[in-house]
Nanobody, 121 residues
Framework: QVQLVESGGGLVQPGGSLKLSCEVSGSILRINAMGWYRQLTGKERELVAVLTSGGKTDYADSVKGRFTIRRAGVENTVYLLLNGLKSEDTAVYYC???????????????WGQGTLVTVSS
């Protein structure tokens, strides 16, 4: 069974920084893409950042220049670096991955359990 394990959320003051981590566990052939979404209270889940297997990245306009998605040195793990945090960044952040499992020759989409980021003074 393929799962995503997230960590790194918490409370931070405006202007502060956090690092979110997401690790893919389970038997997979490859990771096709990984990304982060967030859901603000009362709103739909939205894309924050994505990293493809080819190394291409894309960001929501609201976080460009402040957030960075990158691979960790550890295999099957990506980070989301959040800098210059604002109160409007307060949300539950979800890791998302598209993987090819060992047992199935198809793309499988997997979601993490979510981690809360609160930006407040």
């Amino acid at each position: 069974q393929v799962q995503l394990v997230e960590s790194g959320g918490g409370l931070v003051q405006p202007g502060g920084s956090l690092k979110l981590s997401c690790e893919v566990s389970g038997s997979i052939l490859r990771i096709n893409a990984m990304g982060w979404y967030r859901q603000l209270t009362g709103k739909e889940r939205e894309l924050v950042a994505v990293l493809t297997s080819g190394g291409k990245t894309d960001y929501a306009d609201s976080v460009k220049g402040r957030f960075t998605i990158r691979r960790a040195g550890v295999e099957n793990t990506v980070y989301l670096l959040l800098n210059g945090l604002k109160s409007e960044d307060t949300a539950v952040y979800y890791c998302n991955a598209h993987v090819t499992p060992v047992t199935e020759n198809r793309d499988l989409e997997v979601w993490g359990q979510g981690t809360l980021v609160t930006v407040s003074s």
